[in-house]
């Protein structure tokens, strides 16, 4: 998957660049003979992305033992502030700058995109499906990252990135039919708020790109955390269960936040950063065999074969839309 713009319109005056980005423009930019096909990783970067798949991957188990406890608000409410706190302490300690007064408009609304909408949630869909469904759902996000950086970075849709979209969509319906859990009204609304969660991830990874140029990772990561902190305050608090949870249950709410939350910003806004929106969004591709894992380690789940299929559809989307995998080309004569 990539991350660069259309070159071609990069001369052009600011007016004239817009109208290429409106809607007729970009499917007129649909090209099947022209794949963009990622270039390579680092090596650092790359052991980001698999570092960042395992910990995300993790979390769906986390909140499968959290949110029954402490619900949907509650669970994002903990998660972000025990976070933020752990975030602005590292800061504090090594004397980052978060640069909070120049950027504060942004850190607050990546917060609330990228932070309290998806993992509330998400928190409430953990209280109805499995983590291993959970994960497989999460990848859903580059389908809608890649239509957002059509339309705000100008980058290309392809035909084959398009298929790859409806493939997604379509392994999702063979999971919610076929799948181990009864397909009813809990299932689908369950699995319609963790897919509308990686909507707003597809979303808020390219507003990050674009309008967080020259903004601290650190603060990036921090800021995204304290401000929906403090905005969800009064709902969190009256979420609080009236007696204390047991130490299981503590001790996953902290893992989810330290760990599954505040590192993992740290290593997601570094990879948006070094790599991009598109590659960096593609670490939802590997976070279903992480959660199936974890979920299968940690609660004996089990994926029957219709969701075991449809996930390995999900998957063959999602490579088509990153461009890992590429039809053959044909040779011309010479």
């Known amino acids: 998957m990539v991350t660069h713009r259309l070159g071609a319109i990069g ?22 003979r022209s794949l963009l096909l990622s270039t390579p990783m680092s090596a650092a970067n790359l052991a980001r992305l698999l570092l960042l798949a395992a910990i995300w991957g993790g979390s769906y188990a986390f909140l499968r033992v959290v949110a029954p406890v402490f619900g949907g608000i509650g669970t994002m409410w903990l998660r972000v502030c025990i976070a933020g706190l752990g975030l602005v302490t590292y800061a504090v300690v090594m004397r980052e700058d978060l640069q909070l007064r120049q950027w504060w408009k942004q850190y607050a ?5 990228n932070s309290a909408l998806p993992f509330a949630l998400i928190a409430f869909a953990m209280k109805t499906l499995p983590a ?22 100008a980058e290309r849709l392809t035909a084959i990135r398009l298929f790859g979209m409806l493939l997604g969509m379509f392994g999702v319906g063979v999971i919610m039919n076929l799948g181990p859990i009864p397909l009813n ?30 903004a601290p990772n650190i603060g990036i990561a921090a800021g995204a955390l304290i ?29 989810l936040a330290l760990l599954c939350t505040s590192f993992a910003n740290l290593l997601y806004f570094r990879l948006i950063r070094d790599a991009g929106p598109t590659k960096a969004i593609s670490v939802t591709f590997l976070i279903p065999i992480f959660g199936v894992a974890w979920g299968a380690i940690f609660f004996g789940e089990k994926l029957n074969t219709g969701a075991l299929v449809g996930g390995v559809i999900v998957m063959i989307g999602v490579a088509l839309v990153l461009g ?11």
């Open 11 to 32: 001369h052009l005056p600011p007016e004239i660049r817009r109208s290429y980005l409106r809607p007729h423009a970009i499917l007129a930019s649909l090209n099947p």
């Open 109 to 113: 609304f990546i917060g609330l995109m």
């Open 132 to 153: 291993g469904y959970g994960a497989i759902l999460n990848a859903l996000s580059p389908f809608f990252g890649a239509l957002f950086a059509a339309l705000m970075l």
């Open 185 to 214: 009204g809990a299932t689908l609304i369950a699995a319609a708020a963790s897919i509308t969660a990686t909507v707003c991830y597809g979303f808020i990874s390219v507003y990050t790109k674009k309008y967080t140029k020259g």
């Open 227 to 255: 401000f929906p902190s403090l905005l969800v305050a009064p709902f969190g608090v009256t979420a609080m269960p009236s007696t204390m949870p047991a130490t299981p249950v503590i001790v996953a709410l902290v893992l």
């Open 324 to 334: 890992l995998i590429a039809p053959a080309q044909k040779k011309t004569a010479a």
